[in-house]
């Protein structure tokens, strides 16, 4: 019997490319510092599954999951959800880091650091 698949589930396919296609801008402006490992030579990837949820960012060499957090981010119910996500991925062995869009803008550099201080 083999083992369910954990990352990038064929069921969530078409939705996480309709994501890569349609990023926010805070994603996107992050992107083109992640992309093509201009970060420390590593690899991340954009919306990339892992169980039945679908992270912004991903680093499989450091077990690492990056979120931009927008203004729907900052009511109880999706506060709640998010936390409820971010349990999961540390019970995986996951590393989680959350940005706010607009730091991502206006503190790239820090934002930057902070993931590298995330690497091994």
């Avoid at 991340?44 to 499989?60: E, L, M, N, P």
């Amino acid at each position: 019997m083999s083992k369910p698949r954990l990352h990038t589930k064929i069921e969530l396919q078409g939705y996480w490319r309709v994501l890569r296609g349609n990023l926010t801008p805070a994603e996107a402006f992050l992107w083109t510092h992640l992309k093509s490992r201009q970060l420390e030579n590593k690899r991340f990837t954009r919306q990339h599954s892992i169980g039945h949820y679908i992270v912004d960012f991903y680093c499989a060499s450091e077990n690492l999951i990056i979120e931009l957090d927008g203004q729907g981010h900052f009511n109880p119910e999706v506060q709640e959800y998010d936390c409820k996500r971010t349990l999961y991925f540390e019970s995986l062995g996951y590393k989680v880091i959350r940005f706010e869009n607009k730091f991502v803008f206006d503190g790239l550099p820090s934002v930057l650091k902070e993931i590298t201080e995330c690497f091994s």
